[in-house]
């Protein structure tokens, strides 16, 4: 399979998140469970980043950044599934089995955001030596997992359920390793900020102001860990409107590394996915309007002339008629609206265009042409060179 259509099937990964979102709010939503509405906000978050990731990989397929945001999402909104059917009242069948599984992959599979950040923009590692300090934490994880689907006794999401799989006599073994996956993780945490950081001073100016963003959700992910600790020292977090403030801020969280880099595809065109999104805001438009007016015309015409199969063929002819003229104004308008810089380039270019008819002298019109130039192609330097006639 070749990257370009590995990258059509990336779409697959926000449709599965949305119907593993569909199954996790069909199991955790109770009739005596006050925490619905926490429930469901904090699953619709896993979305956002298997959305964001299948919009990367369509467009970027060789860029492991999408395929790793997808599969966050994918894998997240799996786990919390499971903890939710583990948790579910009267046991039901296969729930030893959910536990068990969401209780060797949750906390470890916190690696894939780790390595995200590492990744992130340009898809590639800083050095050897930063792929080295990715793989002995991918070990360390893997070790991690292994300690907790293996330890006997209580599983750590629902103690209420033996790990069925558990090894008996090893728990003097494996409860040290086991109890070790807070140091994996800060040590993880530490690893990305510090490649974060590295990778920043070493970028140019555009990767520096993508950066800047990512920077901007860690920062505010260290905020949000920061009052939820506040939080869960000075109030019962469990109790009243504490428990929505708190879960809200758990989601904005979770949330912000997946916006920041929708915010830097938008802003900074990362990636140039700023054309597919332009071509989709104005077909989608545009669909949208000649369906409208397909539909209107059918109607206006089949009650006034009581012809449906006249009505159907000018309301035909119509639509064929504006598609042209309704596909230039919506592209000028979106252009206009949702990226200036090209509307301002195409204005700059159709006033230069005016003017060179009435112009004449040769030194106004050269340096009419350079800053024209420079405002539409930005270059690092304009140069002009005129042939002379022999």
């Not at 925490?35 to 919009?55: I, K, P, Q, R, S």
């Not at 068990?100 to 949750?106: D, I, N, R, S, V």
């Not at 019962?236 to 809200?248: C, E, K, R, T």
């Not at 015409?301 to 006249?310: C, H, N, Q, R």
Request: glycine share 8%; proline share 4%.
């Amino acid at each position: 399979m070749t990257w370009q259509r590995a990258g059509r099937f990336a779409w697959i990964a926000p449709l599965l998140a949305v119907a593993i979102m569909v199954g996790y709010f069909a199991i955790s939503v109770y009739p005596d469970d006050e925490d619905d509405g926490v429930e469901v906000l904090f699953g619709l978050t896993f979305v956002t980043y298997a959305a964001v990731g299948a919009l990367i990989a369509s467009r970027r397929p060789r860029n492991p950044v999408g395929w790793l945001f997808c599969a966050v999402g994918i894998f997240f909104a799996a786990s919390e599934t499971l903890y939710a059917y583990a948790r579910a009242p009267a046991e039901p069948a296969g729930a030893a089995v959910a536990a068990w599984l969401t209780a060797w992959t949750a906390e470890p599979g916190a690696v894939l955001v780790v390595l995200l950040v590492l990744l992130f923009p340009t898809g590639h590692f800083l050095s050897a030596r930063w792929r080295r300090a990715a793989i002995v934490l991918i070990a360390a994880s893997v070790v991690w997992a292994l300690a907790l689907a293996l330890d006997p006794g209580p599983l750590r999401p629902v103690e209420s359920i033996a790990n069925p799989v558990g090894v008996g006599g090893a728990g003097a073994i494996l409860d040290p390793i086991a109890g070790f996956g807070p140091v994996i993780v800060l040590g993880g945490i530490c690893v990305a900020i510090a490649g974060a950081i590295v990778r920043f001073r070493r970028a140019r100016a555009r990767e520096r102001q993508q950066l800047k963003w990512l920077a901007l959700a860690a920062g505010f992910l260290v905020a949000v860990v920061l009052a939820s600790t506040a939080l869960l020292l000075l109030v019962d977090v469990d109790q009243g409107a504490w428990d929505f403030v708190s879960a809200l801020l758990v989601c904005a969280g979770i949330a912000a590394l997946p916006v920041a880099a929708a915010i830097a595809i938008l802003r900074e065109r990362l990636y140039d996915i700023d054309v597919v999104i332009n071509r989709a805001l104005v077909y989608g438009a545009l669909t949208a309007t000649l369906a409208g007016v397909y539909l209107g015309s059918v109607l206006v015409i089949g009650s006034a002339v009581g012809e449906s199969g006249l009505a159907v063929a000018a309301s035909t002819l119509a639509v064929a008629a504006l598609f042209g003229p309704a596909r230039a104004r919506i592209q000028a308008e979106v252009d206009r609206r949702f990226f200036r810089h090209r509307y301002d380039a195409a204005q700059t270019l159709a006033d230069f265009g005016a003017r060179v008819r009435n112009q004449v002298e040769l030194d106004a019109l050269s340096g009419d042409l350079r800053r024209v130039v420079s405002e539409t192609v930005q270059p690092a330097h304009v140069s002009l060179w005129l042939r002379r006639r022999d």
